[in-house]
């Protein structure tokens, strides 16, 4: 019940956001379901809410799954998409394959809006609003969506593994995969502080703990007290793969700039975070977001809204999904 009041308050503390964005984005209107499907915008909420409230690291699973559709050929919704005898789809690649939540979510908000009005929102602008409605509800920052996307008929396992970051692979590599999607340095430090909530498997950091890059080690630069404790959560044998760990050890379920405290003090859990306070690039980012939680809730905003608009289908490209797990 904390937890729900603290939303609370942050939810209406932060409504200012949105005045800092353009009112639409190319064939994206704000308005775009106002008149077809009145409702849908309680709906989401609702839903989400629900979820959050039953299973309190489902922001964060809604907040991943919109970045690994997005960041795989676009925010097309074809991270939802079922295998089927013609393609394998996103959902067994090595980064998602029983990692990925939240699919139950959206399924639901899908049924429950058909119902009003058939045939007519993407499950691409559902799981959009869903991750602005999941961050909002743990005390992050609220942004504009716009909407209109139209779902994807195909996806690729293969295209989600060359193109969704990993948690072991060089930073340079990550900028890569960013730059590639129209996104900038910036974005990628901003978009990482969705780090401040969620678990991590300890496969995706276990060598830190024991055997750092061949060394027989463990990473030098993790703290001594964290590396204990993680390693008490994740001993040294394959039983303990699927263990879970917080990425933030100090809030994780509160929406906030912890994630960059943690990085200063040599506490991030994922290689990938700690990389970001060892680079010229991205170090004085994070520095100014360990002090400057505002300013670090404007600069994600604002990258969700850069995110959510990568490579959106709108016209007559694609399809409206009946059912987001499977093509009309």
Not at 51 to 67: K, Q, T
Not at 144 to 158: F, I, K, N
Not at 277 to 288: C, E, F, K, N, P
Request: proline share 4%.
């Amino acid at each position: 019940m904390m937890t729900i009041k603290l939303v609370i308050f942050f939810t209406f503390f932060f409504v200012p956001f949105v005045h800092m964005f353009p009112y639409s984005t190319g064939q994206l209107d704000f308005n775009f379901y106002d008149d077809s499907c009145p409702n849908l915008l309680r709906i989401v909420r609702n839903v989400v809410w629900s979820s959050i409230r039953y299973d309190n690291r489902m922001a964060a699973s809604l907040l991943r799954l919109h970045f690994h559709d997005c960041i795989v050929n676009g925010c097309d919704a074809s991270v939802l998409l079922d295998d089927t005898r013609y393609f394998t789809g996103e959902k067994n690649a090595l980064p998602n394959r029983n990692s990925l939540r939240g699919f139950e979510v959206i399924d639901n908000i899908k049924d429950l809006v058909e119902r009003q009005c058939p045939s007519t929102v993407s499950c691409a602008d559902i799981l959009t609003l869903a991750a602005r409605e999941a961050i909002d509800l743990v005390g992050g920052p609220s942004w504009p969506v716009a909407l209109g996307r139209r779902d994807a008929v195909t996806t690729s396992q293969t295209a989600a593994d060359q193109q969704i970051p990993s948690p072991i692979e060089p930073l340079e590599n990550i900028i890569a995969k960013f730059v590639s999607k129209g996104l900038e340095i910036r974005d990628v430090v901003a978009l990482s502080g969705g780090h401040t909530i969620g678990f991590a498997q300890c496969f995706t950091f276990k060598r830190r703990l024991f055997d750092f890059k061949g060394s027989g080690r463990p990473d030098p630069l993790l703290d001594n007290f964290l590396l204990s404790k993680l390693q008490n959560i994740c001993p040294n044998r394959d039983a303990s793969n699927r263990n879970l760990a917080p990425l933030d050890a100090t809030t994780n379920l509160m929406f906030d700039n912890e994630y960059y405290r943690n990085l200063v003090y040599n506490t991030g859990l994922l290689e990938s975070d700690q990389a970001l306070i060892m680079d010229r690039r991205t170090s004085g980012l994070v520095y100014y977001y360990s002090n400057n939680q505002n300013s670090f809730y404007n600069d994600f905003a604002e990258s969700m809204v850069k995110l959510s608009n990568v490579g959106v289908l709108t016209g007559m490209k694609g399809q409206i999904r009946k059912k987001c797990g499977s093509v009309n």
